[in-house]
């Protein structure tokens, strides 16, 4: 099983980013979804979480500002991002935690979000 995350980039303060997180098994498969994120410096913490019923989690700096969603038919899910600040700069990971026999915790590559200020 792989994710392949994308959607990263500079973007000012106060824009926008849409963040997807691609896997290669049907994510109805994973109990729960999530993004991470680690800022330079610092260690990797939980933006958000999403489990196979939509029950939606957030830290609680970014509550508000971003969505956590999935697409079953496209194997994907989503971090929407808005109204971003320049501490939102960081390399964002998604992770899905499936069944051990399905691969169990399965991280994807980091993709880099930049807030200019």
């Known amino acids: 099983v792989q994710l392949q995350a994308s959607g990263g980039g500079l973007v000012q303060a106060g824009g926008s980013l849409r963040l997807s997180c691609a896997s290669s098994m049907n994510i109805f498969r994973f109990n729960m979804m999530a993004w991470y994120r680690q800022a330079p410096g610092k260690e990797r913490e939980l933006v958000a979480t999403?489990?196979?019923?939509?029950?939606?989690q957030y830290t609680d700096t970014v509550k508000g500002r971003f969505i956590i969603s999935r697409d079953v038919a496209r194997n994907t899910w989503y971090l929407q991002m808005n109204s971003l600040k320049s501490e939102d700069t960081a390399v964002y990971y998604c992770?899905?935690?499936?069944?051990?026999?399905?691969?169990?915790?399965?991280w994807g590559q980091g993709t880099l979000v930049t807030v200019s200020s």
């Open positions: 992770k899905g935690e499936a069944p051990y026999r399905l691969g169990g915790m399965i």
């Open positions: 999403i489990t196979n019923s939509d029950n939606t």
